[in-house]
């Protein structure tokens, strides 16, 4: 038979366990969030007018270039 102190010990392992795991799966959420949010379409680019949804790198690129436009003139 197990002493109160045992299984008190033993009921803090598993509360810690079981919070790790769960800081483990939000973590690995966030993760996979951060890299659909730079891939989907969401971003808006303007091209004639017309709005267009393009990806994150896309939008910044096209960012890029009107700042170096700018620049330059």
Known sequence: ???????V???EKENRDNI???CDML??????????MIILP???NRI???YYAVSFPDYVQEG???ITV???I
Request: net charge neutral; hydrophobic share 60%; no cysteine.
């Open 9 to 11: 010990s033993i009921a």
């Open 64 to 66: 890029f270039k009107a």
């Open 42 to 44: 969401i971003y808006p």
């Open 70 to 72: 700018q620049a330059a």
């Open 27 to 36: 973590l690995g959420i966030i993760d996979v969030l951060a890299v659909i």
């Open 48 to 50: 004639d007018g017309v």
């Open 1 to 7: 038979m197990l002493s109160a102190e045992k299984m």
């Open 20 to 22: 790790r795991y769960i």
